[in-house]
């Protein structure tokens, strides 16, 4: 099994930035080909946010590709979310995501809070 722990989430003003890190753990680690941000707001569906491979490509939602930047630690097992230029709509829990190339999201963290307001 695998597990990823996410941190980083809290308060931030809008306009501010958030630094989202996770790191996986286990003993199937190699199974992890894509490691991914999730997001949901209350009320709403869980969205997918942005996945990296473990070879470093990448893909992002087109509402958060110009504010958020996704990267990938492989040597520590970590992936990290850089997101700026925060906005209220933002606000939701953000879970880390890591599976394998046929199944991206076989694992789940549990979630951080992430809330924009002034």
């Known amino acids: 099994q695998v597990q990823l722990v996410e941190s980083g989430g809290g308060l931030v003003q809008p306009g501010g930035s958030l630094r989202l890190s996770c790191a996986a753990s286990g003993r199937n680690l190699f199974n992890i080909y894509t490691m991914g941000w999730y997001r949901q707001a209350p009320g709403k569906q869980r969205e997918k946010v942005t996945a990296?491979?473990?070879?470093?490509?990448?893909n992002y939602a087109d509402s958060m590709k110009d504010r958020f930047t996704i990267s990938r630690d492989n040597a520590k097992n970590t992936v990290s979310l850089q997101m700026n230029s925060l906005k209220p709509e933002d606000t939701a829990v953000y879970y880390c995501?890591?599976?394998?190339?046929?199944?991206?999201?076989?694992?789940w963290g549990q979630g951080t809070q992430v809330t924009v307001s002034s």
């Open positions: 990296i491979t473990i070879g470093g490509s990448t």
């Open positions: 995501s890591g599976g394998t190339a046929w199944n991206p999201t076989d694992y």
